[in-house]
């Protein structure tokens, strides 16, 4: 069967209520064993980790930073150890990393500084030899917003 094909299989199966309850049920699950995961990693790599899936004895774990990764791989033993701990992860044997930076940042906003009386004098300064009528009006304007 082609990939199409299956994922309009898969499709079929998650329409009506039935297929909605296995879905928020898989979700739940994915959630319960991501929280019990994450409560046996060290505290300083609890935040921005999470729980991507375990298939086949290997563990995938997702990281919002390269220098989390690197200690999670640098840690890897003591965490599938720990991991091998909980029932749902007693087979796992295998860890991958992967980076996913988060989608969006806070960018603060830039701050305009105000216009220095030295910058404004030089402007003026500058609109003085200036021949161009248009460009010395726009100096001048400039000039004019100095700080008080």
Do not use: Y
């Amino acid at each position: 069967m082609t990939p199409k094909n299956e994922q309009k299989m898969i499709f079929n199966t998650l329409s009506g209520a039935a297929g909605v309850r296995n879905l928020v049920a898989r979700a739940e699950q994915h959630r319960l064993a991501e929280q019990a995961l994450l409560d046996e990693l060290p505290p300083s790599l609890q935040s921005g980790t999470r729980f991507v899936s375990c298939h086949e004895g290997e563990l995938v774990l997702s990281s919002d930073s390269g220098p989390k990764a690197s200690q999670i791989r640098f840690r890897q033993h003591d965490i599938m150890a720990a991991a091998r701990n909980l029932e749902l992860f007693r087979f796992v044997w295998k860890l991958k990393v992967k980076v996913v930076p988060p989608r969006f940042q806070d960018k603060a906003m830039a701050k305009k500084l105000p216009l220095s009386k030295e910058n404004a004098r030089l402007l003026q300064e500058e609109a003085g030899h200036t021949k161009d009528k248009a460009l010395r009006q726009i100096l001048e304007k400039l000039a004019s917003h100095v700080r008080d």
